[in-house]
């Protein structure tokens, strides 16, 4: 089956400075990617996503990047505010989007 | 209502009891879809629903999982005869279009504790 996972469970920073969570997936079938913000108690929440056939999306703030050569994907968040504290999950899907597959999470702490 | 809404919110169960869980998706969402999420985990794709029928029930653990959603609209989770290991929180989405490239909305979930 496929796995995505990432490579640091907990992630501490100071509030303002950037933030670089990291994903690695093993299904190069993947077409689709998204990041995901989840908070107690929650439903995961979209941030962004971006589809195989780029390698960058900006968004407000965030930044996805894709390099399917060694099939990692990060995400940045600028100027990161206590409100961005949560579990972050990238999710990956095929052309179908039928079902993702979810890493385990990163959780980021912002320190005011 | 806006979102995706999933009742009850909290659920415990006795070892063996059968439970239901309900999930309410965005009006006119034609996709929906069922998740495990274990404590500390990502959740896991459980079945997907497009309109009433059932296109993919693969991640149904066993098969006291059934899931249903008769009109095209409130999905139910049931769990038969719980065990232990079932204990989790169960999420919902639902997605305007044929499967999910348009990015699911997800419901805060039913979390279960199974005694």
């Known amino acids: 089956g496929e796995s995505v996972g990432l490579h640091l469970p907990t992630l501490s920073v100071q509030e303002g400075d950037n933030s670089i969570i990291n994903c690695a997936y093993s299904?190069?079938?993947?077409?689709?990617f998204i990041w995901y913000k989840q908070e107690s108690g929650k439903g995961p929440q979209f941030i962004i996503d971006i589809r195989s056939n780029m390698d960058k999306r900006q968004g407000q703030r965030v930044t996805v990047l894709l390099n399917k050569t060694v099939k990692h994907l990060s995400l940045q968040i600028a100027a990161t505010q206590p409100g961005d504290s949560a579990v972050y999950f990238c999710?990956?899907?095929?052309?179908?989007?039928?079902?993702?597959?979810f890493g385990t999470g990163t959780s980021l702490t912002v320190i005011p | 209502g806006a979102g995706v809404s999933q009742s009850p919110r909290y659920k415990v169960a006795k070892r063996g009891q059968d439970v239901a869980l309900r999930c309410d998706p965005i009006?006119?969402?034609?996709?929906l879809f069922w998740y495990q999420q274990a404590l500390g985990q990502g959740p896991e794709f459980l079945t997907y629903?497009?309109?009433?029928?059932?296109?993919?029930k693969s991640g149904l653990p066993s098969d006291r999982f059934f899931a249903e959603r008769p009109e095209g609209s409130v999905s139910t989770l049931k769990i038969q005869r719980t065990q232990q290991e079932d204990s989790a929180v169960y999420l919902c989405?639902?997605?305007?279009?044929?499967?999910?490239?348009?990015?699911?909305?997800f419901g805060s979930g039913t979390r279960l504790t199974v005694v």
């Open positions: 999710a990956e899907t095929d052309f179908t989007g039928n079902q993702f597959y």
């Open positions: 009006s006119g969402h034609v996709s």
């Open positions: 299904n190069s079938a993947s077409d689709y």
């Open positions: 629903f497009q309109n009433e029928a059932q296109l993919d």
């Open positions: 989405a639902s997605s305007l279009g044929v499967g999910s490239l348009n990015g699911y909305t």
